[in-house]
């Protein structure tokens, strides 16, 4: 399994982005994906979740501006950031995990990733 994230930019502050991550490959072995996000010198960030039961996780610290879906059609999960903060500045990072019975935002369940994708916020 390959995952390709895209969507990214330069945003103002209060602004959106919607980012995508491209699924390709045999992805019959993953039951979730999520999306994270690393600042240079900082722990990876979990922000969302999704399972394949469409059952959902989000960090508090992004709670209520962020939307996690997919596009089951074309293997794409999708994170919708809403009245994005110049502290969402980061590479944005999505993962994919086979664990069964485990669903979480830990990074350590993950165990595929994408190249990343930049988010800056800033006026």
């Known amino acids: 399994v390959q995952l390709m994230e895209s969507g990214g930019g330069l945003v103002q502050p209060g602004g959106s982005l919607r980012l995508s991550c491209a699924a390709s490959?045999?992805?019959?072995?993953?039951?979730?994906m999520g999306w994270f996000r690393q600042v240079l010198g900082k722990a990876r960030e979990g922000l969302a979740a999704?399972?394949?039961?469409?059952?959902?996780l989000a960090a508090d610290s992004v709670k209520g501006r962020i939307t996690i879906s997919r596009d089951i059609a074309t293997n794409t999960l999708y994170l919708q950031m809403n009245n994005l903060k110049p502290e969402d500045t980061a590479m944005y990072y999505c993962?994919?995990?086979?664990?069964?019975?485990?669903?979480?935002?830990?990074?350590?369940?993950?165990?595929?990733w994408g190249q990343g994708t930049q988010v800056t916020v800033s006026s």
């Open positions: 999704l399972h394949n039961d469409d059952s959902t």
């Open positions: 993962g994919a995990g086979s664990s069964r019975g485990l669903f979480t935002l830990r990074t350590s369940a993950y165990t595929i």
């Open positions: 490959g045999d992805t019959s072995g993953i039951y979730y």
